[in-house]
Each structure stands twice: as C-alpha cells, then as structure tokens.
C-alpha cells in the first residue's frame, strides 16, 4: 500500500512517498527557509551574456541570478526559478512567455508549490502518515 510518510523535526519536515518498505520518491521542507524553486520573479537585465546562452540579473532583494534566453539590459522580465541557489552561484530563471512584467523594479511575484504541495499532486490519493500531529495541524491550514 502506498502511503506518504512526514517526519518532522525544527525547522524541517522530511517527506517520503512508500510502497511497502520500498521508496518511490522524497522532499526535503524546510518552511523557514525556502529554496525559491518554482518561484515567479519580476526580475532586472543587468548584463547579457550570449556566449553562455542568457543574461545575469537582480531580484528583488538585490541578489543575483542567471536569465536563460536573449535579453536586453535594463529590461524588466517576468521569470520562475528552475534551479535554487547553490556553490555560491544565484538562482537559474527561465522566462515566462506570454506573462507581461507589472510593476517597474524587481519583485518577488508567487512563491512556488512547497515539496509537500509537489508530492500531493503527484500522488493525489496517498494515505498520509505523520509523526507530529501538532505540527501537521499547523502547515495542514496552508
């Protein structure tokens, strides 16, 4: 029977989807700090740089990412973040087509889907198990 089991601890729930003793898939969640992945930015073209295929730009808390795609400087675009920060290296944004920039400075627009979020579409119809029922009455009203 498959099942979602959450484990949690401060600051941090570990999120693992089982069938029997087997694993088929796992989040990490840490609610204080998220990772920015799948979040939607208004961000600014700082400077284009075509040889490695986009344009480093601002966000809205002066933090530096990377825009894939041909990008004039100066520009406001709307962008979601495919890949969080890491080994010291900003976020990685792919343009949103189709969604015009509202605002003039950079912002942040939506937060993304928590790894809880992303497994229960994944998984719509699991039984869930949780470890800490007074921490999953808390995030359960999210």
């Known amino acids: 029977m498959k099942e979602c089991r959450i484990a949690w601890s401060p600051g941090e729930a570990r999120i693992a989807v089982c069938d ?3 694993l088929l898939d796992f989040g990490l969640w840490r609610p204080g700090m998220p990772d920015g992945y ?3 930015h208004l961000v600014r073209v700082q400077k284009a740089a075509p040889a490695l295929g986009g344009a480093f730009v601002t966000l809205f808390d002066h933090s530096t990412g990377f825009l894939t795609g041909t990008h004039q400087e100066g520009a406001l675009v709307a962008a979601r973040v495919t890949r969080s920060a890491q080994n010291g290296k900003g976020l ?3 343009p949103l087509t189709g969604h ?3 605002g003039n ?3 942040l627009v ?3 889907p928590t790894p809880l979020e992303e497994i229960a579409a994944r998984y719509p119809d699991l039984a869930l198990c949780c470890d800490d ?3 999953w009455r808390r995030f359960q009203r999210r």
């Open 20 to 22: 029997g003793d087997d």
């Open 38 to 40: 799948g979040d939607i």
């Open 92 to 94: 990685r944004l792919k």
């Open 100 to 102: 015009s920039p509202e």
């Open 105 to 107: 400075i950079p912002q």
């Open 110 to 112: 939506s937060r993304g």
């Open 133 to 135: 029922p007074a921490s």
